[in-house]
């Protein structure tokens, strides 16, 4: 099964927000609501932000927000700040069979 | 405190059989609900799940890795092993081990194993 798509780049300036989208299909990102995202830093492991389509692990800034629409999820960084560029991955729940996709990863960059 | 830490070879040749271990501290391997998955990236890559096994052993693979993969835990070691066969250089990656919490989501990381596939 392919991965998920997501745009390879997007960019915006400090205290503005960034919306990165992340498309699937009814059988992974459509059917399930077990979207997840993560943050990865260069030369660091990923980090979980975003679970559970729109949820919040404790310690992630509410900066960072999830939704989901059909078969596409999208993660919002409102008031971008520096420390916010990175890499950012989605990835969903895709049945017994497939169990897990990723998306392509887009680069996030703070103008 | 609950933490993952992968080891394995650093170097490994074509044809070569990949295993790595991923060592788990802060939770038990057998608790409901619990998972781990290897999940590799290779340099300027995507990230790229490979496998994963539950606390009560159910196993799952990648569908284009699936022949050349094996996972296994050892509970009492606090251990999940991952078995890749018929290397190759396009396998170079760093490899990670996560662990499944809330919300079916990778909630930790291990800090990943660089592995180079090269004669």
């Known amino acids: 099964q392919s991965a998920l798509t997501q745009p390879p780049s997007a960019s915006g300036s400090p205290g503005q927000s960034v919306t990165i989208s992340c498309t699937g299909t009814s059988s992974d990102v459509g059917g399930y609501n077990y979207v997840s995202w993560y943050q990865q830093h260069p030369g660091k492991a990923p980090k979980l932000m975003i679970y559970?389509?729109?949820k919040r692990p404790s310690g992630v800034p509410d900066r960072f927000s999830g939704s989901k629409s059909g078969n596409t999820a999208s993660l919002t960084v409102s008031g971008l700040q520096a420390e916010d560029e990175a890499d950012y991955y989605c990835s969903s729940y895709a049945g017994s069979n497939t169990f897990r996709l990723f998306g392509g990863g887009t680069k996030l960059t703070v103008l | 405190q609950v933490t993952l830490r992968e080891s394995g070879p650093v170097l490994v040749k074509p044809t070569e059989t990949l295993t790595l271990t991923c060592t788990v501290s802060g939770f038990s391997l057998s608790n409901a609900r619990m998972g781990v998955s290897w999940i590799r990236q290779p340099p300027g890559k995507a990230l790229e799940w490979l496998a994963h096994?539950?606390?009560?052993?159910?196993?799952s693979y990648s569908t284009s890795l699936k022949s050349r993969l094996t996972i296994s835990k050892d509970t009492s070691k606090s251990q999940v092993v991952l078995i890749m066969t018929n290397m190759d250089p396009v396998d170079t990656a760093t490899y990670y081990c996560a662990r499944i919490g809330l919300g079916m989501a990778f909630n930790i990381w291990g800090q990943g194993t660089m592995v180079t596939v090269s004669s």
């Open positions: 096994i539950f606390s009560n052993d159910e196993k």
């Open positions: 559970e389509v729109s």
